[in-house]
T-cell receptor
Framework: AQTVTQSQPEMSVQEAETVTLSCTYDTSESNYYLFWYKQPPSRQMILVIR??????QNATENRFSVNFQKAAKSFSLKISDSQLGDTAMYFCAFVPMNRDDKIIFGKGTRLHILP | NAGVMQNPRHLVRRRGQEARLRCSPV?????VYWYRQLPEEGLKFMVYLQKENIIDESGMPKERFSAEFPKEGPSILRIQQVVRGDSAAYFC??????????????FGQGTRLTVV
């Protein structure tokens, strides 16, 4: 069975700093997608970034980037120049590729950006 | 992303009543997923449906819970004889094809069910 583990329940950083959220996963699949979702207080789930496992290049989206280490089954999210609006729960997620399957989520990291 | 509509946003039920949660997917999406989120927890998969078919219900309790996604109309998650432990936020997501094909899943804002 696939599992996703986020070892940091809560983190706080000052505005404008860089922060890294950790995620590890366990799977026997060789092809899959990894995601980071953001859930602000509004509860809306927002896709932040996606990584295809077959791609060696780390995905980036503006201030958000990932460090994908396939052999180590690690998928961390780096937020640069953090902003107050980045305050939210962040969920790491996994889905096998090319199959009818569901997205599996970690338990989340609550991130506070301090003014 | 705002295209997935869930209603109601908040639902209060007494123990023993029935709860019906509705999800209208993004127009043109034929895949719907239901997740449950307990306080301070991640999203736990419940059921995956395509139009008129249940593909995977491995996360759904065997009793009291059912889900459907009819040819016409929204997907419905139904909880019969609710108990306090059913109190949670229930999220619906939809995608154009299966998420395993890399398509993005769009989430609704959830229904917060409170059982009193």
């Amino acid at each position: 069975a696939q599992t996703v583990t986020q070892s940091q329940p809560e983190m706080s950083v000052q505005e404008a700093e860089t922060v890294t959220l950790s995620c590890t996963y366990d799977t026997s699949e060789s092809n899959y997608y990894l995601f980071w979702y953001k859930q602000p207080p509004s509860r809306q789930m927002i896709l932040v970034i996606r990584q295809e496992a077959y791609k060696q290049q780390n995905a980036t989206e503006n201030r958000f980037s990932v460090n994908f280490q396939k052999a180590a089954k690690s998928f961390s999210l780096k937020i640069s120049d953090s902003q107050l609006g980045d305050t939210a729960m962040y969920f790491c997620a996994f889905v096998p590729m090319n199959r009818d399957d569901k997205i599996i989520f970690g338990k989340g990291t609550r991130l506070h950006i301090l003014p | 992303n705002a295209g997935v509509m869930q209603n109601p946003r908040h639902l209060v039920r007494r123990r023993g009543q029935e709860a019906r949660l509705r999800c209208s997917p993004v127009k043109g999406h034929s895949h719907v997923y239901w997740y449950r989120q307990l306080p301070e927890e991640g999203l736990k998969f419940m059921v995956y449906l395509q139009k008129e078919n249940i593909i995977d219900e491995s996360g759904m309790p065997k009793e009291r819970f059912s889900a459907e996604f009819p040819k016409e109309g929204p997907s419905i998650l139904r909880i019969q004889q609710v108990v306090r432990g059913d109190s949670a936020a229930y999220f619906c997501a939809s995608s154009q094809v299966t998420t395993g094909e890399g398509t993005e899943a769009f989430f609704g804002q959830g229904t917060r069910l409170t059982v009193v």
